[in-house]
């Protein structure tokens, strides 16, 4: 990379605390001073705004997205790396073929994935996820250098150069920014705010509901786990998070000796700046972190608390830029993030910048990013979590009653956020007290939902390689397992005939229970993978689904918003595309059709009172014109009680 940005790398480094609790483990030519003004290239609404009210040398910061490398390549490059230096075979690499190589393979079902599961082991996934990262950091790194040089922009005025997307943030005057216009090796521009992304407590989200209350006892949460599933399938199949890497990024982390609520080795890094972690008991960051990976035993009194994976190791990043931050954990191998905070100076129930960077990291580099909707209400879903890729929560009780200040979007056009919800309502946990001897309080949010949900998908990604490796595939498995509670509406949410969204605005697909998603993928097997080329209109599904008349039957698809151009890699026009649309479409046995679409998401789904078991015909039927080559997609079907 050009020297300042090694020099910005270097005063990430000088100004955070960097520690381990445990054991961490051809240059391309772009030409320059271009004078053919691309007209694919965007300047959002924000910055035209900022651009209206400054003279032509005053700067401001801007998010610019340029020419992406070359994704086959990197993938070839993988397999390659995996085969030579690490003995993989042709058979263990058609895992990376799921995702990867939609030219030589378009579909993956139970038998093929069940295959590939019993090849690849826990510790093989982890070897593929850090190869594959490697050598893509590598690529942005020399891709996004090579570019800046292209644009004869100071040094100086670099802020930072992404190392995992075709990403470049900069200080610029307006006619730098006119003349980036007409770069053909740039996308699209945007105002970047910093402040709204920096891991800061008070800006990001909402302190007066995690405010506490007093309890005569100590009453450790349990309720919560129980009525997702989380419980069971910790104490009874044993998924405890063993091997899973998961990111925490939240503000501040508390740092204390009297500490008691974990394992003595769940913390492998902490990434944070000097204010990121205090002296304290408790903090915010540590109670999100509990819910998660909390381990507790009162000697004196008895008293027990377990969270949802206490085995699991945490990757802590707090009061620093969220794009390094998570670059951070990306280098670390982590397989889910957390995101209990709100990010992005987009606006609420806005899709930008923030959002487009989080969908192209959860697209390329095999993560599942599960962030909180926020504590807003009615369309205040932060920008950052309305990322098409991502998961977005939602707060309910554990009686599935969605939480009066809970966010959503209500507004048409946009894609439905929060995805699901889950119990976030009064959690009394180890880490609710100010010191070891205190007795502990009831705190409340979305903040609390969320890694409710994240320590469900660490258990999915113990459960299988596949699902590590495939964050669409989890998200449908997540989605179609949800429960229908009493407080949903039941006409938007069931299909009964012809078509509706079976997606409530407010709470998703519906409350959280993993053990479902686990029965779909493990025991009743209803699931498939694979890609959808830009020629091809109607993806054909069969399956055999063992559902007795009465029972209620979920179908979820789930397909990606890759965020990279769609050409060549090296000619041609620059798109950065919007996301394919799809209907799902499904004719049980007897006859009876059932659809589902929903035309500004990449979710669709269908809920329906099963008439018998048997052969049910599910079909991706495209509704527009194709805007990307091929795109990676997931179907997954649950059968729950009525």
């Known amino acids: 990379m050009k020297k300042k940005t090694s020099l910005k790398y270097k005063s990430i480094l000088s100004c955070t605390l960097v520690f381990c609790l445990g054991s961490v483990g051809l240059a391309q030519a772009f030409p320059v001073n271009a004078t053919v003004t691309s007209p694919e290239v965007m300047i959002e609404s924000t910055l035209e705004q900022k651009l209206e009210e400054i003279s032509d040398s005053e700067r401001v910061d801007v998010s610019v997205w340029v020419k992406d490398i070359n994704q086959d390549e990197a993938k070839e490059k993988t397999k390659k790396t995996l085969m030579k230096e690490n003995g993989f075979s042709k058979e263990q690499l058609e895992i990376i073929d799921t995702d990867f190589l939609a030219s030589s393979v378009n579909n993956f079902d139970v038998e093929k994935i069940s295959k590939i599961d019993a090849a690849v082991s826990a510790d093989e996934s982890e070897i593929i996820i850090e190869e594959e990262r490697e050598i893509s950091s590598k690529m942005y790194e020399e891709n996004n250098s090579n570019i800046f040089d292209s644009f004869n922009i100071d040094d100086d005025n670099l802020i930072y150069s992404c190392k995992y997307a075709p990403n470049i943030l900069m200080s610029l005057t307006k006619n730098e920014i006119h003349s980036l216009c007409k770069n053909p090796n740039v996308t699209d521009i945007y105002y970047y705010d910093e402040e709204a992304e920096s891991l800061i407590n008070e800006q990001n989200f909402d302190t007066t509901l995690n405010s506490v209350s007093s309890t005569s006892t100590y009453n450790f949460t349990t309720e919560q786990y129980d009525v997702t599933g989380i419980s069971e399938m910790r104490d009874t199949f044993g998924f405890t998070g063993s091997g899973i890497k998961i990111g925490i990024i939240d503000f501040p982390f508390a740092n204390s000796s009297e500490i008691d609520y974990f394992n003595e080795d769940t913390f492998a890094l902490y990434y944070c700046s000097s204010n990121g972690i205090i002296d304290s008991y408790s903090s915010h960051g540590n109670c999100v972190s509990c819910i998660i990976a909390g381990n507790y035993l009162n000697s004196t009194t008895g008293d027990t608390f377990v969270g949802a994976v206490p085995d699991a190791k945490l990757y802590a990043t707090a009061g620093i830029d969220f794009r390094s931050a998570l670059e951070v954990l990306l280098d670390n191998g982590v397989n889910v993030i957390n995101s209990s905070m709100i990010f992005g100076g987009d606006g609420n129930n806005n899709y930008g910048d923030t959002a487009k960077w989080i969908d ?29 890729n ?11 009653t969605l939480a009066g200040y809970s966010s959503y979007t209500n507004t048409d056009g946009k894609n439905y956020k929060p995805d699901l919800v889950a119990p976030g309502v009064s959690f009394v946990l180890p880490a609710t007290r100010d010191s070891s001897t205190e007795t502990p309080s009831a705190s409340s949010g979305t903040s609390f939902s969320s890694p409710m949900v994240t320590g469900a998908v660490a258990q999915l990604c113990q459960i299988s390689s596949s699902l590590k490796l495939n964050p669409r595939l989890i998200k449908a498995v997540l989605l179609a397992g949800t429960k229908i509670t009493d407080s949903m509406n039941e006409d938007e949410v069931i299909t009964q005939t012809g078509g509706n969204i079976a997606l409530s605005k407010q709470y998703g697909s519906g409350m959280l229970n993993v053990i479902n998603s686990y029965a779909l993928y493990s025991v009743r097997k209803n699931y498939s993978s694979g890609f959808i080329a830009s020629t091809t209109n109607t993806v054909t599904k069969t399956m055999n689904i063992n559902a007795s008349s009465g029972k209620l039957v979920r179908l979820c698809a789930v397909w990606d918003k890759p ?17 394919d649309t799809f209907m799902l479409k499904v004719t049980a046995p007897n006859g009876s059709i059932y659809t589902s679409y929903y035309a500004y998401d990449n979710k669709s789904m269908v809920s329906f009172i099963s008439s018998g078991s048997g052969i049910y015909t599910i079909q ?23």
Do not use: W
Not at 373 to 384: C, D, K, R
Not at 390 to 400: H, Q, R, T, W
Not at 621 to 635: C, F, G, P, W
């Open 360 to 388: 192209h990291i959860v697209s390329q580099h095999n993560v599942t990013y599960v962030g909180a909707a926020g504590n807003g209400g009615e369309n205040g879903v932060g920008s950052g979590q309305m990322g098409y």
């Open 390 to 400: 991502s998961i977005a929560v939602g707060c309910c009780n554990n009686n599935g």
């Open 563 to 579: 965020n990279t151009v769609s050409d060549s890699h090296s000619s041609g026009t620059i798109t950065s595309p919007n996301i």
């Open 620 to 642: 991706l039927i495209r509704q527009d014109t194709a805007v990307n080559n091929s795109i990676s997609y997931a179907l997954v079907a649950s059968v729950q009680n009525s």
